[in-house]
C-alpha cells in the first residue's frame, strides 16, 4: 500500500512529520511504543497495559511491523485502532 506525496504528512499533531521506519524503531518500549500495521503507524503507548492480552502482547513487537500477527488475531479490528493512528509509513 503505497502512499502519495499529500500523504506523507503525519495526522497526530506530535509525531514526526515522515515516519520512516527508521523512526518507528526509536519507538520500542512501554513508555513509547509504535507499531506498523498495513504502511501506517500507531502509537499504542496510551493502550498497551489495557491490551487484554497482557500489556507485554504489545510491548515486546512495539517497534515493528505487525501487519502479519494483527490480521491473524485481529482480522476485524482495524478499525479500533485509528484513535491511535499517526500516519502514513514512508518507505
Request: proline share 8%; hydrophobic share 35%.
Amino acid at each position: 500500500m503505497g502512499c502519495s506525496p499529500s500523504t506523507t504528512r503525519s495526522t497526530a499533531p506530535n509525531a514526526p512529520k515522515e515516519l520512516t521506519m527508521e523512526e518507528v524503531t526509536k519507538h520500542a518500549s512501554a513508555y513509547s511504543c509504535w507499531v506498523v500495521l498495513d504502511g501506517h503507524v500507531y502509537d499504542v503507548s496510551q493502550f498497551h497495559a489495557r491490551h487484554p492480552g497482557g500489556a507485554n502482547t504489545i510491548t515486546r513487537h512495539a517497534g515493528k511491523d505487525i501487519t502479519d500477527l494483527f490480521n491473524s488475531v485481529h482480522p476485524h479490528n482495524k478499525a479500533s485502532m485509528q484513535r491511535w493512528l499517526l500516519g502514513p509509513l514512508i518507505p
